[in-house]
């Protein structure tokens, strides 16, 4: 395992976490450090009469600390991983301890379970029943939701800016109601276009013609084939049963994490993992929602390199995936990415008509490098086209710094003609932006 | 696109007002198009809509790239070298500290060394430097070459040029210019000052205030011409700044008038005591102001201190700007017995402070010493004129019995205290947690030496509840000093 610093921090769950985890980051402040194949632990002397024991799943990350903090990981279980990640040469190599191999046994008889969990049985004519009524719910919230969508366009867009936020609220109340929890979100999301930015009209449009097509895409949906059927079901709001998901065959490669994006939203932290099949070439995400103070089921690091088997939800474009078991997570390096942007546009082509409401995806391009046009930013291949950096204020002089204008390959993640740049490589060595 | 644009501007105005004709579509979409429109099932806006998603889907899966035939200058490599793997986990460890003195220790330390941060770190420190001035130089010589490349690419971070110092006296903003300016008036005083010359009259009156300011420091006899010619500036500010100099300098045509005057109101007369039978010599003060223009110099003629009479108050001030030395010469005595005639006396000794300011104001560093092993009264003001080692032995000598203003003191020093004042420090600032908190001693790192986290725990409290919370900042102060040992240990490495 060899993590970079950047990596074990992006792990921490606040600011607070990163300092507290970064004090704890020295050899004095543990009484025990220690480390074998599969886990690393160790004992810090914290505010308590006795040490408290922190342990590390260095398999598959996982952490556990006798500390009573709700965060998770704690600070001790990130200052332990960065001081092995610093001064692995403090650590002894050891058998692990009780306390060690019993946390160990647990994870991989839990795991075992889980693996093993079968069904309940299942009343077939009551989820019938159920969602019958839910397909009804569905299509009288879309009935309501299109009249809506009429209206704005009848009236045009000049008049938005100035409605109360009750317009877009009460609609997305109304699409809760309707058991279409996806087309409350994209209400949500209209509603929150910034207006007091030059051109919002055509980003209102984007986002309420992508709203449309899903709404008329669910009412023909008995037209489409079985993957789109389930793409358009997605949108509105249906869930995948993961369990069966995980019944069926995924792709096991092994995998880079180009980037992790945490937002939070009424106390439940969504972090969308994007990765990078290295032998398969497929992008995928991953997603995880967890509740504030609970403990995350995967644990990522931007950069690192995992052996996994990931099972992608059925879609005309395969992006979205759960890990159905993850193997190792050994650094390996070596990938291909998209040699130029003409690539990168033939695959937006591609995907755009396979679905054309599609969400934003990430793309390897190699050989990139930053120039300036007209005042901004943008990313310039070696056949000289190039896209403007979309948020270039947040992202682009880190890239700058490290590439120093020099070409280098970038992940970007984005859509048509806006891309943010995520990550590099800079001398083989992966930079989250 | 004409198309898209199109729908936004029918979009914008309405359905109602306008919509999309089959001359605005034409080409490869107007089949497409006549389809949505020939659908009579449809109202107008959901022929809008389709219409609209139509040229969305059109529009999102024709983006082009643009092909331009510019290019980038790449920033030029390094010449130095940079830091190692450990002092750049310290410098991460510093800025999530957010600890300004331990970073500029650790950028201290950097320069010196003649070290460069990794690319990463660049815009980070870049950034820290627009926030904190007194960086931005240190920042600019440990980012190197990639620094300086960024900081053309971002205005933000233009710090101001690099170079010599008469370079940057030329062509720096007005804190480096600031920074060249005390330097050399450090090392060739009289240079400092014929390069303010040369660029006076181009400053405006803010920036002429602020060098002038700088000139305390290095005042010396070479400065009166000039200081006298300021007499007419036509800022104000200037004017006075001109003249409080001019009160510095003995030589100076404002100081000998003052001293002219105290000759003349202050002298030594005999008094008999014991009834005739011996004879003691004590000054007189009689205020005898003959040439009146002293009180266009700045001379209040009305005291605003209640101990002092209006003439009191008026040899208070003049006192003040006259050059300790000069008593010697007029009263015939030496320094402790000068001292003595003022503070037996009942007016002298309202006047002792004034003596004192005039010790501090002519860094007369003998009468410092002088007052110190002499004088009644313990003058703080004193203090900075003594070589460090004597600063040091009266901070811990005057310690127990002025703690505040001791320390007051002490946080001016530029150097590291000593263990023993350390200790002696802590055992005061330990009984004031809410006072002297974490951030208290977040600010005062540098002055902390390494090996005060041995002496943390000696400190002793009367009370329980002082212990907690004076544990709970030693671990800090603990944390803080182990950055800076790192700092320094892993550069010496």
């Known amino acids: ?433 | 696109m004409e198309l898209w644009n199109t729908i936004i501007y029918a979009a914008i105005l309405g359905t109602d007002k306008k919509n999309i004709s089959g001359q605005d579509v034409n080409g490869v979409l107007l089949p497409a198009f006549n389809v949505i429109q020939e659908n009579g099932l449809l109202d107008k806006e959901e022929k809008f809509l389709q219409t609209a998603s139509l040229a969305f889907n059109y529009r999102q899966s024709g983006a082009a790239a643009l092909n331009k035939e510019i290019s980038l200058a790449p920033a030029p490599p390094e010449d130095k070298k940079y830091c190692s793997r450990k002092s750049m986990h310290v410098l991460q460890d510093i800025v999530s500290e957010e600890n300004v003195p331990l970073l500029q220790l650790w950028l201290t330390h950097c320069n010196k060394h003649k070290q460069i941060v990794t690319p990463p770190f660049v815009p980070l420190l870049l950034t820290v430097g627009e926030q904190h001035k007194k960086l931005q130089t240190l920042i600019r010589c440990c980012t190197g070459n990639r620094g300086a490349w960024l900081a053309v690419l971002n205005p933000h971070w233009d710090f101001g040029s690099t170079g010599t110092e008469e370079e940057i006296w030329q062509t720096g903003t007005i804190d480096q210019r600031k920074i060249a300016l005390q330097q050399i008036r450090r090392n060739d005083p009289a240079l400092g000052l014929q390069w303010l010359k040369q660029t006076w009259q181009q400053e405006d009156a803010a920036t002429r205030h602020a060098f002038l300011d700088l000139l305390y420091e290095t005042i010396n006899e070479g400065d009166i011409d000039f200081l006298e010619t300021l007499a007419n500036d036509k800022s104000k500010k200037v004017k006075d700044t001109a003249l409080s100099l001019l009160k510095s300098i003995p030589g100076s045509v404002v100081v000998q008038q003052y001293q002219q005057a105290l000759r003349q109101s202050v002298s030594l007369k005999q008094q008999k005591k014991l009834l005739g039978l011996s004879n003691t010599i004590q000054p007189e003060f009689h205020l005898t102001i003959q040439d009146e223009s002293i009180y266009k110099t700045g001379i209040d003629k009305l005291s605003n201190n209640k101990e002092l009479t209006d003439d009191e108050y008026i040899l208070f001030q003049l006192t003040e700007y006259t050059p300790p030395v000069f008593w010697e010469t007029h009263l015939q005595a030496g320094k402790q017995q000068v001292i003595e005639y003022f503070q037996e006396h009942k007016t002298g000794k309202k006047l002792a402070q004034a003596l004192v300011n005039a010790t501090v104001r002519f860094k007369d560093v003998e009468w410092a010493k002088t007052f110190l092993q002499h004088s009644k009264v313990f003058y703080i003001d004193i203090l900075p004129l003594l070589p460090p080692a004597e600063q040091e032995g009266c901070c811990l000598q005057y310690m127990q019995q002025f703690p505040d203003s001791i320390l007051q003191y002490a946080l001016r020093f530029s150097d590291e205290w000593s263990v023993a004042l350390t200790k002696e420090i802590f055992n005061h600032t330990a009984k004031n947690t809410y006072q002297y908190n974490r951030s208290f001693y977040s600010n005062i790192i540098h002055l902390l030496p390494v090996q005060a986290t041995a002496i943390l725990s000696q400190v002793s409290l009367a009370q329980e509840h002082h212990q907690d919370q004076w544990n709970s900042i030693s671990a800090y102060i603990i944390k803080l000093i182990q950055l800076k040992d790192q700092t320094i240990q892993y550069f010496n490495q």
């Not at chain 1, 260095?58 to 332990?80: D, V």
């Not at chain 1, 449009?205 to 793409?231: C, N």
């Not at chain 1, 033939?346 to 050989?367: A, D, M, W």
């Open chain 1, 1 to 433: 395992m060899d993590l970079t610093e950047e990596q074990i921090l992006s792990l921490a769950p606040d600011e607070s976490s990163k300092k507290t985890g970064l004090g704890l980051a020295a050899p004095a402040k543990w009484v025990t450090r220690s480390y074998n194949d599969v886990a690393i632990w160790g004992e810090c002397q914290g505010s308590g009469s006795k040490p408290y024991q922190t342990q590390i799943d260095t398999t598959n990350i996982a952490f556990k600390c006798s500390c009573p903090s709700r965060k998770f990981p704690c600070k001790h279980g990130l200052g332990l991983l960065l001081l092995y990640a610093r001064q692995k040469n403090n650590f002894t190599r050891a058998e692990a301890p009780a306390w060690v191999a019993e946390w160990l046994a647990k994870r991989t008889e839990k795991q075992e379970k889980q693996a093993e969990k079968k069904d309940k049985p299942v009343d077939e004519s009551a989820q019938a029943k159920r969602q019958q009524q839910r397909q009804s719910k569905v299509e009288g919230g879309i009935t309501e939701l299109k009249t809506w969508i009429k209206d704005i366009i009848r009236n045009g867009l000049t008049g938005i800016p100035d409605k109360e936020h009750t317009f877009f609220q009460n609609m997305t109340r109304r699409m809760i109601d309707a058991q279409a929890p996806g087309l409350a979100g994209m209400i949500r999301n209209l509603g929150d276009t910034n207006f007091y930015t030059e051109g919002w009209q055509s980003v209102f449009m984007d986002q309420l013609l992508r709203l449309y097509m899903v709404t008329e895409s669910f009412q023909h949906i008995q037209h489409f084939s079985e993957p789109l059927q389930q793409d358009v079901r997605t949108w509105i709001g249906f869930t995948q049963n993961q369990e069966a998901l995980k019944e069926q065959a995924g792709i096991v490669d092994t995998w880079l994490v180009l980037a992790k994006q945490i937002s939070e939203d009424d106390n439940v932290t969504t972090e969308r993992n994007w990765l990078y099949g290295i032998n398969s070439n497929n992008y995928a995400l991953v997603l995880q929602f967890t509740v504030r103070g609970q403990g995350a089921q995967l644990t990522f690091m931007p950069g690192m390199f995992i052996q996994a088997e990931l099972v992608f939800y059925p879609s005309v474009l395969p992006m979205r995936a759960i890990v159905k078991r993850q193997i190792n997570s050994n650094a390996v390096t070596g990938f291909t990415g998209f040699s130029n942007w003409q690539q990168v546009l033939q695959h937006e082509t591609e995907y755009n008509s396979k679905l054309p409401f599609r969400s934003e995806r990430p793309y390897i391009i190699q050989e990139v490098m930053p120039v300036l046009y007209n005042g901004s930013w943008w990313l310039q291949d070696m056949e000289k086209n190039m896209m403007p950096v979309r948020n270039e204020q947040r992202r682009i002089w880190k890239l700058l710094s490290i590439s120093g204008g020099n070409a280098v390959d970038v992940v970007v993640i984005g859509r048509e003609q806006s891309y943010e740049p995520v990550g590099l490589w800079d001398q083989q060595e992966y930079h989250l932006l």
